[in-house]
């Protein structure tokens, strides 16, 4: 089965950074965008940001991550990464990568692969 398959999520201390890798379990990433998706406790599942096929263009799925939060891309490693600086408790959550043929959407069912995530939690 195609998925996704995220890594790097663990317990850090406010104000601490991550960095979430995700790849494409045997397929390439390359040629799809990819979103970060991010579910806490007792919430719906929220898009964080997302970056298009090329890396040419990217988007701030929820605003509680500007300035804190970047994404990037490195085709040639068939890897998508999530920066997180800054941390705050209310970014404790499991994060998904997912993959869209299409472009850059905070609407999950527009993606075709996901990953099983990678748990962060940000807690003193």
């Known amino acids: 089965q195609l998925q996704t398959v995220e890594s790097g999520g663990a317990l850090v201390q406010p104000g601490g950074s991550l960095r979430l890798s995700c790849v494409g379990s045997e397929f390439s990433l390359n040629g799809f965008a990819v979103g970060w998706f991010r579910q806490a406790p007792g919430k719906e599942r929220e898009g964080v940001l997302c970056i298009s096929s090329s890396g040419g263009s990217t988007a701030t799925l929820t605003k509680s991550v500007l300035g804190r939060f970047t994404i990037s891309r490195d085709n040639a490693e068939n890897t998508v990464y999530l920066q997180m600086n800054s941390l705050k408790p209310e970014d404790t959550a499991v994060y998904y990568c997912?993959?869209?043929?299409?472009?850059?959407?905070?609407?999950?069912?527009?993606?075709?692969?996901w990953g099983q995530g990678t748990q962060v939690t940000v807690s003193s």
């Open positions: 997912a993959a869209s043929p299409i472009s850059c959407s905070d609407k999950g069912d527009e993606y075709d692969y």
